[in-house]
Nanobody, 121 residues
Framework: QVQLVESGGGLVQAGGSLRLSCAAS????????MGWFRQAPGKERAVVAG????????YYADSVKGRFAISRANANDTVYLQMNNLKPEDTAVYYC??????????????WGQGTQVTVSS
């Protein structure tokens, strides 16, 4: 069983930055893709970013391209989401997700508890 623990959420003003972290345990971290999703009130959970097993390939939702950056530290079993130039519409609960395979395209089958990000205008 994979355990994912997110941290780094909080309240920030528009234009500010936050860095989310997700510590993983329970299997060989470096064998699997990782991702970040978010769910705003009244909306479905949606993908924000994904990274393949090595960190060499990344994926971003159009809404965050150029502002967010996903990265991973396989030596520390941790994935990060650097969020810059935050907007009020980025307000959501952010979830870390562990992949079913080495590539993002394989999908995700484990989820963290989520961390709240609130961006004030």
């Amino acid at each position: 069983q994979v355990q994912l623990v997110e941290s780094g959420g909080g309240l920030v003003q528009a234009g500010g930055s936050l860095r989310l972290s997700c510590a993983a345990s329970g299997r060989t971290f470096s064998n699997y893709a990782m991702g970040w999703f978010r769910q705003a009130p009244g909306k479905e959970r949606a993908v924000v970013a994904g990274v393949n097993w090595s960190g060499g390939r990344t994926y971003y939702a159009d809404s965050v391209k150029g502002r967010f950056a996903i990265s991973r530290a396989n030596a520390n079993d941790t994935v990060y989401l650097q969020m810059n130039n935050l907007k009020p519409e980025d307000t959501a609960v952010y979830y870390c997700a562990a992949g079913s395979g080495a590539q993002v395209s394989a999908g995700f089958n484990f989820w963290g508890q989520g961390t709240q990000v609130t961006v004030s205008s």
